[in-house]
C-alpha cells in the first residue's frame, strides 16, 4: 500500500553543487515511485485516505491530455484496489499521449 511506501521509503537528499557560497541540495521524491512521486504522492494520498474513510471505491480527477497528475492517481488508486476515472480537460487530442496510454492500458486500467 502507498501509505507504507510513503512511511518505509524515505526519499534521499541529495547534495548539487556550490555556488557563490550557496549550497543546493534535492529532496529526491521523484525516486519514490516511478509514477507517483514528489508532491503528487503527498497530495492524494489525504484524498485516498478521506475515500477510504467514507467507503468510497473509485477516485475521479481532473487533468490535461498530457497531465501526469492523471497517471499518479490511476497509479496510486491501482495501489489502493480503487477505480479510478480522469476527465481529460482542454482540446481534444486526436492521438493519446503518453501518460493517457499508460494510466488506461496498463495495470491501472482508468476510464478515461
Not at 493519446?96 to 488506461?104: E, F, N, V
Request: charged residues 20%; contains cysteine.
Amino acid at each position: 500500500m502507498v501509505q507504507e511506501l510513503i512511511k518505509n521509503t524515505p526519499s534521499p537528499i541529495v547534495f548539487i553543487s556550490v555556488f557563490k557560497g550557496v549550497e543546493l541540495w534535492i529532496k529526491r521524491d521523484d525516486l519514490i515511485h516511478p509514477h507517483i512521486s514528489g508532491n503528487k504522492l503527498y497530495k492524494l494520498n489525504y484524498h485516498v485516505e478521506e475515500a477510504r474513510r467514507l467507503g468510497k471505491k473509485a477516485l475521479l480527477t481532473f487533468g490535461g491530455a498530457y497531465s501526469n497528475h492523471l497517471l499518479a492517481t490511476a497509479a496510486f488508486a491501482q495501489t489502493e484496489e480503487l477505480q479510478s476515472v480522469g476527465i481529460i480537460r482542454g482540446e481534444q487530442t486526436f492521438h493519446s499521449t503518453q501518460p493517457l496510454s499508460t494510466a488506461q492500458h496498463t495495470v491501472w486500467n482508468c476510464t478515461m
